[in-house]
Nanobody, 123 residues
């Protein structure tokens, strides 16, 4: 069973940066396509970024493109989301998600989900 554990959330001022990490266990990360999603208070969950097994395919939501960077280290079984120039509207619970790579598409269905990490952007 694949397990995903996010970390790195917290409170940051507008314009600041955070780096989220997602540690995977129960399988080899290189078999998985990965994504980051978020759910803001009172809103639906939304796509943030995604990366395929080789990092050859990377996608971002328009709202974060140019500010966020998704990356992965298969040797460490980890995926990262570097978030720069954070805005109050980035406040949300951020979730890491995984799908078997041959079934993966950036904004498609993900089978495995982490519990989430809270990010709050406020002065």
């Amino acid at each position: 069973q694949v397990q995903l554990v996010e970390s790195g959330g917290g409170l940051v001022q507008p314009g600041g940066s955070l780096r989220l990490s997602c540690a995977a266990s129960g399988t080899i990360l290189s078999r998985l396509g990965m994504g980051w999603f978020r759910r803001a208070p009172g809103k639906e969950r939304e796509f943030v970024a995604a990366i395929n097994w080789s990092a050859g395919s990377i996608n971002y939501a328009d709202s974060v493109n140019g500010r966020f960077t998704i990356s992965r280290d298969n040797a460490k079984n980890s995926v990262y989301l570097q978030m720069n120039s954070l805005k109050p509207e980035d406040t949300a619970v951020y979730y890491c998600a995984a799908q078997i790579d041959y079934k993966w598409s950036p904004r498609g269905e993900y089978r495995y989900w982490g519990q989430g990490t809270q990010v709050a952007v406020a002065s």
